[in-house]
Nanobody, 122 residues
Framework: VQLQASGGGLVQAGGSLRLSCEAS????????MGWFRQRAGKEREFVGR????????RYADSVKGRFTISMNNVKNTVYLQMNSLKPEDTAVYYC????????????????WGQGTLVTVSS
């Protein structure tokens, strides 16, 4: 599975941005897709995930109510809509593919995209 993330950029606090993650390859074997982020000097952290079959989503508390994950099964693309952005949302955002429910449950991505930088100015 190959993942191509895009959509990062510079935005003012309170603004919005939408990230995309296009999957190719063995996408039919993928169970779910997730978004993670890594802030400067911090470890990578979970942001949210969505399952391909049911569209079930789950979010980190820090983004709940502000970020929304959606998907386009035809395009094999997952989106991360980010609203009400805060300076602390500044990070490199990664998408990941979970190839099983186990991987998803333990938040261990099996395949990773290259990351896209989101910078939120105050």
């Amino acid at each position: 599975v190959q993942l191509q993330a895009s959509g990062g950029g510079l935005v003012q606090a309170g603004g919005s941005l939408r990230l995309s993650c296009e999957a190719s390859g063995r996408t039919s074997s993928s169970y779910a897709m997730g978004w993670f982020r890594q802030r400067a000097g911090k470890e990578r952290e979970f942001v949210g995930r969505v399952t391909w079959r049911s569209g079930s989503t789950r979010y980190a508390d820090s983004v709940k109510g502000r970020f929304t994950i959606s998907m386009n099964n035809v395009k094999n693309t997952v989106y991360l809509q980010m609203n009400s952005l805060k300076p602390e949302d500044t990070a490199v955002y990664y998408c990941a593919a979970f190839m099983s429910s186990i991987s998803m449950t333990v938040l261990r991505g099996d395949y990773w995209g290259q990351g896209t930088l989101v910078t939120v100015s105050s």
